[in-house]
């Protein structure tokens, strides 16, 4: 009873609190909403609809962002830590996963700059899914082609924002 057979995982342990913790994921996310305000502001329009620019829903989720991760940024600094009962302690594996899909992310960036949107971004997000453990081969195809072509439309076709 007391061993795990090949097929069981011993159980993580939750993660423990951090103040410190807190604080640098708020402040990481302080800097990404500025980040995304800055970058906001560099998106062109090839048409002019007098009305919402293309700039205008990063700027509001860039701003809402920073707003909220200000809030956690004062949360984290000035109220005690809480339990964090339903979140597993970091693993092995999942720093891998995670240093993976960054990488992944830094080179579809780059490959979608160089030969454009729809190709890479429907592989790369079928790898990501992969990665995070999807395997029903139907979501594997479904997913990266449905939300690559909800992104074309919403943006290249009906925003005008060029991909």
Not at 83 to 90: C, F, I, K, M, S
Request: neutral net charge.
């Amino acid at each position: 009873m007391g061993q795990l057979d090949a097929t069981q995982q011993a159980p993580v342990p939750p993660a423990s609190s951090s103040r410190a913790f807190e604080a640098v994921v708020a402040a990481i996310a302080v800097v990404a909403s500025v980040v995304v305000l800055l970058l906001s502001r560099g998106i062109e329009s090839r048409v002019d609809s007098g009305g919402l620019s293309p700039d205008w829903w990063p700027l509001v989720l860039g701003g809402t962002g920073l707003a909220l991760s200000l809030a956690l940024l004062v949360v984290a600094l000035v109220r005690p830590t809480r339990e964090r009962d339903g979140v597993d302690a970091a693993t092995r594996e999942g720093w891998i996963r995670a240093g993976l899909a960054i990488i992944l992310s830094v080179i579809f960036i780059e490959v979608w700059a160089a030969i454009g949107f729809v190709i890479p971004a429907v592989v790369y997000l079928a790898v990501l899914a992969l990665l995070f453990g999807v395997r029903s081969v139907k979501l594997l195809v479904l997913f990266p082609l449905g939300v690559t072509a909800l992104i074309y439309v919403m943006f290249d076709l009906l925003l005008r924002v060029p991909l």
